[in-house]
């Protein structure tokens, strides 16, 4: 009776190991980011997400974040291979200002990105894919735009659910995937929009290009905030996507 009982609790404690979050503070000069980070056994890359909307979750605040959404399906996924996950969280809002996204242009917030991709590199000297979510699309293209030290810092990109007025100044020279719903419903981030993005991709990067259309689910609510923006009801095909994009390009 106690060998079983033992047997549980270990059981029990490689469970908590496996889906228990390590929130860091990445250090920014005088400043700090704070990041959620999943580590998974046999890893081989790591996937940073740039979250949309606002781009504030107060994620240092919480106990033992969870991954969820995409994340947590990547974080379920079992294989040979693994992805580590990180979670970038903004102590202050990235979102609209005067109508407008300023926050995720600004030198300062694309200086925070840079930070983050620099403390994870070293953590586990791994390629690193960066994750741009809707808003967090055009985080990662201004990161790219910025300079190409940043592009060569990273195995691949990802642009999911974008922003319209996402764009790449290019050229690029790195695996790239455009990700999005086939009937996105929300008139900023439209399905049309986002094929326009992969076509302009195409021909400026030297490297795989790939559009990945996610079907069926449904929709609930605000349409920038959850429904098939979100993938909702094809959330898991969505981070199959993500899962096959990440590993075929890891050498």
């Keep these: 009776m106690k060998l079983r009982r ?9 469970l908590q190991g496996i889906s228990s979050a390590e929130v860091i503070l990445v250090p920014f000069n005088d400043d ?29 605040s919480k106990t033992n974040p969870q991954p969820t959404w995409l994340l947590k399906t990547l974080s379920q996924s079992d294989g040979e291979k693994s992805i580590d996950l990180v979670f970038m969280d903004s102590k202050t809002s990235l979102g609209l200002k005067n109508g407008y996204l ?10 925070r990105i840079k930070a983050v991709v620099n403390f ?17 699309a055009i985080s990662v293209a201004e990161f ?35 990700l999005h719903h086939k009937d996105d419903p929300n008139s900023w981030t439209s399905p049309a929009n986002a094929q326009a993005l992969f076509a302009d991709l195409k021909v400026k990067n030297s490297a795989s290009t790939e559009l ?3 079907q069926g689910g449904f929709d609930e609510g605000n349409p920038s905030t959850s429904g098939r923006h979100m993938y909702a009801g094809a959330v898991d095909q969505a981070g199959h996507f993500v899962g096959a994009f990440i590993l075929s390009h890891v050498k």
């Design 212 to 214: 990945e259309l996610v």
């Design 32 to 60: 700090s980011v704070p990041t959620a980070y999943w580590p998974k056994p046999n890893s081989v890359a790591t996937l940073i997400f740039l979250p949309g909307g606002d781009g504030s979750f107060g994620i240092a």
């Design 144 to 178: 790219l735009n910025q300079t190409t030290v940043n592009q060569n810092s990273l195995s691949g990109v990802i642009f999911s659910g974008s922003r319209n007025e996402t764009k790449v100044k290019g050229p690029l020279s790195l695996p790239v995937m455009v």
């Design 120 to 136: 994870y590199s070293q953590k586990k000297s791994q390629p690193i894919f960066l994750l741009g979510h809707s808003n967090g």
């Design 102 to 111: 300023a926050p995720r242009f600004t030198n300062d917030h694309i200086e």
């Design 6 to 14: 033992l047997f549980l609790l270990v059981s029990l404690l490689l």
